[in-house]
T-cell receptor, first 117, second 113 residues
Framework: NAGVTQTPKFRVLKTGQSMTLLCAQD?????MYWYRQDPGMGLRLIHY???????AKGEVPDGYNVSRLKKQNFLLGLESAAPSQTSVYFC????????????????FGPGTRLTVL | DAKTTQPNSMESNEEEPVHLPCNHS???????IHWYRQLPSQGPEYVIH???SNVNNRMASLAIAEDRKSSTLILHRATLRDAAVYYC??????????????FGSGTQLTVLP
């Protein structure tokens, strides 16, 4: 299994440009997540999805859009990039947990390092 | 998720055991104890989790105090590749929806050759 993969690994954008980050997982997980990590800060959730065709906002959703057309893929879009979106972006996935006294484990991709000039 | 307290940094010699402590005095009865680590320039990686009993897997062991107010992640033989930030996270057991994983500041483990 490849686990969670992300493309591209690195990208440099100019302010106002758009791009899409792709996340793919081969573990048949229901849930997928997009986080960003800034220097000296923990991971912050941007958007997440609980299944194909469904998405929801996380802690810091502004300036981003997402789509989950296929169960294995979760796309993160930046319509008009801003320098404040310079960050490392991590995708994660987890299986659906249903039931009391159960817990979830998230599996992360290697990250995409994005710089917006 | 309830709060955890970890030392900012620890050092270990290669091929020696490492004990990484975590205090969680406000843990509730339904909180699981999770450990993740983040190697340099990589995504976080799940290590282990437990509820009440000690747990072992191929990566590490988790020792949980009898009162559950603290736990210790044990790396039996540290290698240079184990140098990372280790995060202790409490996760309330639940039924249903996806949730954000909240990382604190963690413990920076340095492994000396």
């Amino acid at each position: 299994n490849a686990g969670v993969t992300q493309t591209p690994k690195f990208r440099v954008l100019k302010t106002g440009q758009s791009m899409t980050l792709l996340c793919a997982q081969d573990m048949n997980h229901e849930y997928m997540y997009w986080y960003r990590q800034d220097p000296g800060m923990g991971l912050r959730l941007i958007h997440y999805s609980v299944g194909e065709g469904t998405t929801a906002k996380g802690e810091v959703p502004d300036g981003y859009n997402v789509s989950r057309l296929k169960k294995q893929n979760f796309l993160l879009g930046l319509e008009s990039a801003a320098p404040s979106q310079t960050s490392v972006y991590f995708c994660a996935s987890s299986y659906k947990v249903a039931g009391v006294f159960l817990t979830d484990t998230q599996y992360f991709g290697p990250g995409t390092r994005l710089t917006v000039l | 998720d309830a709060k955890t307290t970890q030392p900012n940094s620890m050092e270990s010699n290669e091929e020696e055991p490492v004990h990484l402590p975590c205090n969680h005095s406000t843990i509730s009865g339904t909180d699981y104890i999770h450990w993740y680590r983040q190697l340099p320039s990589q995504g976080p990686e799940y290590v282990i989790h437990g509820l009440t009993s000690n747990v072992n897997n191929r990566m590490a062991s988790l020792a949980i105090a009898e009162d559950r107010k603290s736990s210790t992640l044990i790396l039996h033989r540290a290698t240079l590749r184990d140098a990372a930030v280790y995060y202790c996270i409490l996760r309330e057991s639940f039924s249903g929806s996806a949730r954000q994983l909240t990382f604190g500041s963690g413990t920076q483990l340095t492994v000396l050759p």
